[in-house]
């Protein structure tokens, strides 16, 4: 979508997500800041898709299987948020459908990020290409040194962040160790 400034003189590409209102009536854990935010980081190719809830712990219970289900259909990107134990939102955008796999899988524009209370997003480094890794018992984004990134269990309960050479990221809750309230998976279409 291009809109043009009143002054005629600039023309821009506007980043805000199709269906804003649709979005946060679906989610338990974004506010519209939250979500502009987090469309700005998203790369071109996203952009106006709509964003479609694919899977929620709040509608579909709490399991990775079903989690890996609602995404099998899928070749989109996916984003992946969580609301911990002390009200912290982070997460990830996934530039493949998270599945169960051998070995790590994704490209560069795989991302993690912190969305609140503050906004910061860490980008891939070039390090190594840690980027997703999924299997039974949890999945895994970014890695290095035995860090993750993001980890979490297949409960889709318990999680652990710490910083990873794929993305120099910090911590992305309050604690390395959390348990989660919220996850959503939410994909382009």
């Known amino acids: 979508m291009v809109s043009v400034e009143e002054s005629g003189s600039k023309a821009s590409v506007s980043t805000e997500p199709d269906g804003l209102s649709h979005i946060l009536n679906q989610s338990v854990i974004l ?5 502009r935010e987090i469309a700005k980081e998203l790369p071109p190719r996203t952009i106006g898709n709509t964003w479609q809830l694919s899977y929620s712990t709040d509608k579909h219970g709490a399991s990775l299987k079903t989690l890996y289900r609602k995404l099998s259909t899928t070749d989109s990107p996916v984003l992946i948020l969580i609301k911990d134990h002390n009200q ?3 997460g990830s955008f996934l530039s493949h459908p998270l599945h169960p ?7 560069g524009e795989t991302f993690l990020f912190l969305s609140h209370p503050r906004f910061k997003c860490f980008h891939w480094t070039g390090e190594n290409s840690f980027f997703i890794k999924g299997d039974l018992d949890s999945f895994a984004i970014g890695g290095g040194s035995g860090h993750f990134g993001l980890w979490v269990d297949e409960r889709l ?28 998976a939410w994909t382009f279409g």
């Open 101 to 107: 796999s051998d070995a790590f899988y994704g490209t």
């Open 88 to 90: 912290q939102v982070f």
């Open 157 to 184: 309960f318990l999680g652990r962040s710490s910083p990873c050479f794929t993305f120099n990221n910090c911590s992305l809750s309050e604690t390395n160790d959390f348990t989660i309230l919220e996850l959503e």
């Open 31 to 35: 506010d519209a800041q939250q979500v």
